[in-house]
């Protein structure tokens, strides 16, 4: 038998060794043997048991069988076997259908502002109900679709344009794009409607950013809405820097959408993208946008050949262990318009203007800066100041002063209090209005910044 051939073998693990050996030797000996004849006594159990005859014979052995078991364990100091079988839930493993809904959010963002100047003009708006649908379509790719409704009023307006915004009745599509990521060679592409990769901010939602509108030289030369156009987005990070940096570029081509850019032009334009980080310790790192987009304008009496440039950079200190309670951010931008325009031979100008950008062509320059800083945990101070040209009329030009108080009740729920104020060239007064903010969210993506 085998207990056999185990007490055969178990002297030859007693060959001389110091004294502590041996004794283990000797005790792992015993046990052999003691284990030996138990398994002995319950086979031959478990063969009698198989040989009986009559079934109450063998409920009376195995009742025997199982007391032996439970008093060996016992002697053991092992805990006795149960004779009950415990109780297991029933777990399908069929697909659950909620695995591939998509991650759906709300957010609104409202403001009231009070205008002395201005006292019969409408103070209270819901400017945005965004609805944010995302989802993850497998290891390589995900979908994003932002659906808005637009309650225009109390924009801030540097410049008279002579447009007046539509109020949208109904949800409509802000984005709607599908994006590969973590593709071979550090590259990522994007296909369908997005607003572009021009600098830091445009790509920020209005609920989002750090005031309650884009700078002035962004709503002089693009208008309120940041620029999106329907195309491709190639996004590239570059294999370069190691340690002393991050850097990344990105190129877009996509349709001629926005009106204050493009006119009534058809066809494409592009983009292109160049960004680097730099961490300078564990709480410093600054961040540098060069962009250039590239695009025909057109009316019913002039074509032009227009590019936009703009450089932007975020200086932000954040101390690791007191990053809720202490930070500073320090934005800034410069933007220009580089409009070339030649009249059209079919049309003549009505105007001999030499400021006439029909005519004579030109360059708007805009500039811009945030300031933010954490108080604590709830509540941070900013400020702002922007400054820009008139594209229609380079000899005019506005400027804005805000300082801003905000307070996060949560991370669903934020007030914002401004102060506006903004003077303009061609004009001996200055406007001023006090406005309050309120955005909250619903869901997984809340105030979501790129």
Do not use: C
């Amino acid at each position: 038998m085998v207990w056999g051939v185990l007490l055969t073998i178990a002297p030859t693990l007693a060959q001389p060794e110091p004294a502590v050996a041996q004794e283990a030797t000797d005790s792992l000996r015993l046990e052999l043997a003691r284990l030996a004849a138990l398994v002995d006594s319950l086979s031959l159990e478990v063969a009698r048991i198989r040989d009986a005859e009559e079934p109450e014979e063998a409920e009376d052995a195995l009742a025997q069988l199982r007391a032996a078991a439970q008093a060996a364990a016992a002697a053991s100091g092992a805990p006795a076997p149960t004779t009950e079988p415990e109780e297991q839930d029933f777990v399908g493993r069929q697909r659950s259908l909620q695995l591939f809904n998509p991650e759906i959010s709300v957010n609104t963002d409202g403001f009231v502002h009070l205008n002395k100047d201005a006292r019969g003009e409408d103070n209270f708006f819901m400017r945005a109900f965004e609805i944010a649908i995302v989802s993850n379509l497998d290891p390589f790719s995900r979908a994003k679709i932002f659906l808005v409704r637009d309650q225009p009023g109390g924009e801030l307006t540097p410049f008279e344009t002579g447009e007046e915004e539509e109020e949208t009745s109904s949800l409509v599509p802000e984005e709607g794009y599908v994006e590969w990521v973590g593709l071979p060679g550090g590259f990522g592409l994007k296909m369908g409607r997005f607003f572009q990769q021009l600098g830091q901010l445009n790509r920020w939602h209005q609920h989002a950013l750090p005031l309650q509108s884009r700078s002035l030289p962004h709503i002089a030369f693009l208008g309120h809405e940041p620029l999106g156009a329907t195309g491709v987005s190639l996004h590239w990070l570059l294999p370069i820097g190691g340690g002393s940096g991050t850097y990344e570029t990105t190129w877009e081509i996509a349709r001629k959408e926005t009106e204050s850019l493009y006119g009534q032009a058809s066809g494409v334009s592009v983009l292109g993208n160049f960004n680097a980080f730099w961490n300078f310790s564990e709480s410093t790192d600054l961040d540098l946008s060069l962009n250039w987009v590239s695009g025909g304008y057109e009316d019913e009496t002039v074509t032009a050949d227009r590019t936009l440039y703009a450089a932007e950079a975020a200086l932000t200190w954040r101390p690791p262990a007191r990053s809720k309670y202490r930070g500073f951010t320090l934005r800034g931008g410069v933007m220009v318009l580089d409009g070339l325009v030649a009249a059209r031979d079919d049309i003549q100008p009505q105007v001999d203007d030499p400021h006439d950008p029909r005519i004579s062509g030109g360059r708007a320059t805009g500039l811009w800066s945030i300031s933010e800083i954490r108080l604590n945990q709830s509540w941070l101070a900013g400020a702002r100041f922007d400054w820009t040209e008139n594209p229609q009329d380079t000899d005019q030009s506005a400027w804005l002063f805000s300082p801003t108080l905000t307070w996060w009740q949560s991370e669903f729920v934020r007030l914002r209090m401004e102060y506006d104020l903004m003077g303009r060239s061609f004009m001996d007064s200055q406007e001023g209005r006090l406005l309050l903010q309120v955005t909250f969210a619903m869901g997984p993506h809340k105030h979501e910044s790129y």
